[in-house]
């Protein structure tokens, strides 16, 4: 998927608080009060999708086909979404 907006980051604690979850301590080591911790937040406007008609296993042995003999690559159903 790829995606446009706008993008802000903010230092809240609480929303910090909030989000938190002890796995994250692993790139932050001073836990949620870590100085390094901020949340982005994105809003977006608009959304382009795709829908793999296929496994991952079968998408990449065509994903690899396509860039041996530059063919192109099949990969499904494909979509956009414009937020109001």
Not at 34 to 42: E, N, Y
Not at 58 to 81: N, P
């Amino acid at each position: 998927m790829t995606a446009k907006g706008t993008a802000t980051v903010s230092r809240d604690r609480a929303k910090i608080h909030e989000l938190w979850n002890p796995m994250f301590k692993a790139w932050f080591p001073e836990g949620e009060d870590d100085p390094q911790i901020a949340v982005i937040r994105v809003d977006v406007t608009e959304a382009q999708y795709w829908e793999a008609s296929s496994s991952k296993l079968v998408f990449g042995i065509k994903y690899l086909a396509a860039a041996a003999t530059g063919g192109k690559v099949d990969v499904g159903e494909t979509g956009k979404v414009k937020v109001a």
